[in-house]
């Protein structure tokens, strides 16, 4: 009997082995909860030059501000990794979205970095994210000072720095730039094969995650602990030669000015990892 889809579970290349067991909770017929994540979130928000950003922004989406929030995650003893761990690096401008059904606010995410395939795959082919893969080292800590690299082909395109020792620059402002989303907004692209239309190009949102009064894991959450201080982040410009997949994105980041740092932040919390929630936008 040949290969058939089943009615119901969730898919991933190769299909051929049927659907993912860990997704679905076949006995309830709902997503999969598993346990949330110990994550460590460095963050720096900044000002930039609005044309330059507003030219990445599809036409379904609105700019709000030139505002650029660079997010390093390390999630560690991730449920539905088995345990494992990972870390990603997320660019973001602050949007809109004002369509016939949806009307939303969210961090529209420019690139979304991970240094392993597995989440890259189920991300891009799912949920729309932008993912793409780059080296992310687990962050170095020296005396409060907490530093990430991001390397593609061994060339360093870009550094965080957060200092837990220097007072935030604007406090207010970094706090209502970071609590303003309602979620996050991607632009699901999947290009055509043999032709020039894309198999799939429109709009995605994962809202914010809300703890419901039921989840299972209530026990396993961590104390969230947040430090607003002051950071950097540097981009760095690299030819083709050395950066051949991602150089014009790397090329671009680093064109974009860092006029002024808004505030850094440095977070500890429990990520449910819970992405059954994203839509489609309309």
Same mark, same amino acid.
């Given at each position: 009997?040949?290969?058939?889809?089943?009615? @119901?579970?969730?898919?991933?290349?190769?299909?051929?082995?049927?659907?993912? =067991?860990?997704? %679905?909770?076949?006995?309830?017929?709902?997503?999969?909860?598993?346990?949330?994540?110990?994550?460590?979130?460095?963050? !720096?928000?900044?000002?930039?030059?609005?044309?330059?950003? #507003?030219?990445?922004?599809?036409?379904?989406?609105?700019? /709000? #501000? =030139? !505002?650029?929030? /660079?997010?390093?995650? *390390?999630?560690?003893? %991730?449920?539905?990794?088995?345990?494992?761990?990972?870390?990603?690096?997320?660019?973001? %401008?602050?949007?809109?979205?004002?369509? #016939?059904?949806?009307?939303?606010?969210?961090?529209? $995410? $420019?690139?979304?970095?991970?240094?392993?395939?597995?989440?890259?795959?189920?991300?891009?082919?799912? $949920?729309?994210?932008?993912?793409?893969?780059?080296?992310?080292?687990?962050?170095?800590?020296?005396?409060? @000072?907490?530093?990430?690299?991001?390397?593609?082909?061994?060339?360093?395109?870009?550094?965080?720095? !957060?200092?837990?020792? &220097?007072?935030?620059?604007?406090?207010?402002?970094?706090? #209502?730039?970071?609590?303003?989303?309602?979620?996050?907004?991607?632009? &699901?692209? %999947?290009?055509?094969?043999? &032709?020039?239309?894309?198999?799939?190009?429109?709009?995605?949102?994962?809202?914010?995650?809300?703890?419901?009064?039921?989840?299972?894991?209530?026990? *396993?959450? +961590?104390?969230?602990?947040?430090?607003?201080?002051?950071?950097? !982040?540097?981009?760095?410009? =690299?030819?083709?030669?050395?950066?051949?997949?991602?150089?014009?994105?790397? *090329?671009?980041?680093?064109?974009?000015?860092? &006029?002024?740092?808004?505030?850094?932040?440095?977070?500890?919390?429990?990520?449910?990892?819970?992405?059954?929630?994203? +839509?489609?936008?309309?």
């Amino acid at each position: 009997m040949p290969f058939k889809f089943e009615e @119901v579970g969730v898919y991933s290349n190769p299909v051929f082995f049927g659907p993912k =067991p860990w997704e %679905i909770d076949y006995e309830h017929m709902c997503y999969r909860l598993h346990q949330p994540a110990e994550t460590t979130v460095m963050t !720096v928000a900044y000002e930039s030059d609005y044309d330059k950003l #507003e030219a990445l922004v599809p036409e379904c989406f609105k700019l /709000v #501000e =030139p !505002v650029v929030t /660079v997010m390093a995650c *390390q999630f560690e003893r %991730i449920g539905w990794l088995a345990g494992n761990s990972y870390n990603i690096y997320q660019v973001s %401008i602050p949007c809109t979205f004002d369509g #016939e059904r949806d009307h939303v606010t969210g961090d529209f $995410l $420019l690139c979304l970095f991970e240094n392993h395939c597995d989440p890259i795959v189920g991300g891009r082919e799912g $949920l729309g994210y932008t993912k793409i893969f780059c080296n992310i080292p687990n962050f170095k800590m020296l005396n409060g @000072v907490w530093t990430v690299p991001t390397s593609s082909w061994d060339f360093t395109f870009s550094k965080l720095t !957060v200092d837990t020792n &220097k007072a935030c620059p604007d406090e207010a402002r970094l706090l #209502e730039v970071l609590n303003r989303s309602q979620g996050k907004m991607n632009f &699901k692209f %999947i290009p055509g094969t043999g &032709k020039a239309e894309p198999d799939a190009a429109y709009p995605v949102f994962n809202p914010k995650w809300k703890m419901p009064d039921n989840y299972p894991f209530k026990d *396993q959450m +961590i104390e969230t602990k947040v430090i607003n201080c002051d950071g950097n !982040v540097e981009w760095f410009s =690299p030819t083709w030669e050395e950066m051949p997949t991602y150089s014009h994105l790397a *090329q671009y980041m680093a064109a974009c000015p860092v &006029k002024k740092i808004i505030g850094a932040q440095l977070k500890y919390y429990s990520d449910p990892c819970d992405f059954s929630h994203s +839509i489609q936008l309309k």
